[in-house]
């Protein structure tokens, strides 16, 4: 385990890049660690909170327990059959790095999350997604840290509850489990998924929708629409997209004819808040030091030494307007803290 650092600062740890510190911050490696850190009598401080790469936080003031990070960073094959390989992966891995790998070994079923940014680790809290897949497709079962027994206890699938952005870490575990490691299942063979958007078109003008050449269609439609954090902060989507009654779709698509829809099931749709937003007028607005993408309005940035609470007035103000308009409400995706 690490030595405490004080007084630490957090801006180069989040993708907004907004300015605040933790008071305490400490490095981990694996579950033993973390047991042995809770156990500590002489621990600083009872609050904690875990943030690896800080890519959906946004931060509104400083951090006055610890910060714990993770480092472990392996990644092993547990078994490799026809049709499937399963791999253990730590928390502390960089997600593309993972998806690099598996894409060099011919293991599909990430592929279409090329890019995300982010750590393994944070993968399953929100079931990562784009382009058609979600984590939850490729989550085999999830270790993590039960604080309040210091027990460490394996999630299979099904006990992970995952839904569109959410699991059991998010609602039910929030604040009481740390996530240390996952193992995926993967397939051996390319099944690929090229139905969301212009994914198709993107991956034949490289030629066979092989693995790396969907990987690489999606790191290009990624480039063209999503602004790079360590030019201008943000958080990639700042919202979800809200799921909502049918009826709600229907009548709303009476006035606006070309409202994007994706049918969930059980009478449900989720509409597109990017959209939204857009038709709200709001996509390349700006404030002061914080706006709206030009590309995506799903997207908010700190265009240069925002605080916290400028974005989330002017996510407050977005909100306001998507439901006078529309009467849907658009709810953050990113963690606010
Ligand atoms: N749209 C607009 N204007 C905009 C943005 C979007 O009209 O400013 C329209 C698009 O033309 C499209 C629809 O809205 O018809 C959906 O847009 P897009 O395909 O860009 O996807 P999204 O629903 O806005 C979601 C994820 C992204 C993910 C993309 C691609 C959420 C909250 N966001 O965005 O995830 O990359 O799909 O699969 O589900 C993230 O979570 O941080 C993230 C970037």
């Given at each position: 385990m690490g030595e405490f650092r004080y007084n630490v600062p957090l801006g180069p740890m989040n993708s907004f890049g907004i300015d605040a510190t933790a008071k305490y911050m400490l490095e981990f490696e694996n579950s033993d660690e973390l047991v042995a850190y809770f156990k500590?009598?002489?621990?600083?401080?009872d609050r904690w909170t875990v943030i690896s790469g800080g890519n959906n936080i946004l931060l509104t003031r400083d951090y006055e327990g610890v910060v714990l990070h993770p480092t472990g960073r392996r990644m092993e094959v547990l078994g490799e059959g026809k049709d499937m390989v399963r791999v253990r992966v730590e928390a502390g891995v960089e997600w593309d790095d993972f998806v690099a790998w598996c894409v060099a070994h011919g293991?599909?079923?990430?592929?279409?999350?090329?890019?995300?940014?982010?750590?393994v680790g944070a993968a399953p809290v929100q079931n990562i997604g784009a382009y058609g897949v979600e984590v939850k497709e490729v989550v085999e079962s999830v270790e993590a840290l039960i604080?309040?027994?210091l027990e460490s206890q394996r999630f299979s699938n099904a006990e992970c509850k995952f839904g569109y952005r959410e699991s059991v870490f998010k609602n039910r575990l929030r604040g009481q489990a740390i996530i240390t490691a996952v193992t995926f299942a993967l397939r051996t063979y390319s099944e690929p998924?090229?139905?969301?958007?212009d994914l198709k078109a993107e991956t034949q003008k490289l030629g066979e929708p092989t693995l790396e050449n969907i990987r690489r269609a999606v790191i290009a439609i990624r480039r063209r629409k999503l602004p790079d954090p360590k030019e201008m902060g943000n958080a990639g989507s700042f919202f979800k997209n809200p799921v909502v009654d049918q009826t709600v779709a229907d009548a709303l698509q009476m006035e606006y004819e070309n409202m994007p829809i994706y049918p969930v099931g059980k009478g449900r749709v989720k509409l597109a808040a990017g959209w939204l937003i857009d038709q709200a007028g709001w996509r390349g607005a700006v404030r002061g030091r914080v706006g709206v993408h030009e590309r995506q309005a799903l997207v908010l940035v700190n265009r240069g030494g925002a605080t916290g609470d400028e974005v989330l007035d002017l996510a407050r103000e977005i909100q306001h307007d998507v439901e006078q308009k529309f009467g849907v409400k658009i709810e953050p995706e990113v963690n606010i803290l």
């Amino acid at each position: 385990m690490g030595e405490f650092r004080y007084n630490v600062p957090l801006g180069p740890m989040n993708s907004f890049g907004i300015d605040a510190t933790a008071k305490y911050m400490l490095e981990f490696e694996n579950s033993d660690e973390l047991v042995a850190y809770f156990k500590r009598p002489d621990k600083p401080s009872d609050r904690w909170t875990v943030i690896s790469g800080g890519n959906n936080i946004l931060l509104t003031r400083d951090y006055e327990g610890v910060v714990l990070h993770p480092t472990g960073r392996r990644m092993e094959v547990l078994g490799e059959g026809k049709d499937m390989v399963r791999v253990r992966v730590e928390a502390g891995v960089e997600w593309d790095d993972f998806v690099a790998w598996c894409v060099a070994h011919g293991w599909s079923g990430v592929e279409n999350l090329s890019l995300i940014p982010g750590y393994v680790g944070a993968a399953p809290v929100q079931n990562i997604g784009a382009y058609g897949v979600e984590v939850k497709e490729v989550v085999e079962s999830v270790e993590a840290l039960i604080i309040d027994t210091l027990e460490s206890q394996r999630f299979s699938n099904a006990e992970c509850k995952f839904g569109y952005r959410e699991s059991v870490f998010k609602n039910r575990l929030r604040g009481q489990a740390i996530i240390t490691a996952v193992t995926f299942a993967l397939r051996t063979y390319s099944e690929p998924r090229l139905g969301y958007g212009d994914l198709k078109a993107e991956t034949q003008k490289l030629g066979e929708p092989t693995l790396e050449n969907i990987r690489r269609a999606v790191i290009a439609i990624r480039r063209r629409k999503l602004p790079d954090p360590k030019e201008m902060g943000n958080a990639g989507s700042f919202f979800k997209n809200p799921v909502v009654d049918q009826t709600v779709a229907d009548a709303l698509q009476m006035e606006y004819e070309n409202m994007p829809i994706y049918p969930v099931g059980k009478g449900r749709v989720k509409l597109a808040a990017g959209w939204l937003i857009d038709q709200a007028g709001w996509r390349g607005a700006v404030r002061g030091r914080v706006g709206v993408h030009e590309r995506q309005a799903l997207v908010l940035v700190n265009r240069g030494g925002a605080t916290g609470d400028e974005v989330l007035d002017l996510a407050r103000e977005i909100q306001h307007d998507v439901e006078q308009k529309f009467g849907v409400k658009i709810e953050p995706e990113v963690n606010i803290l």
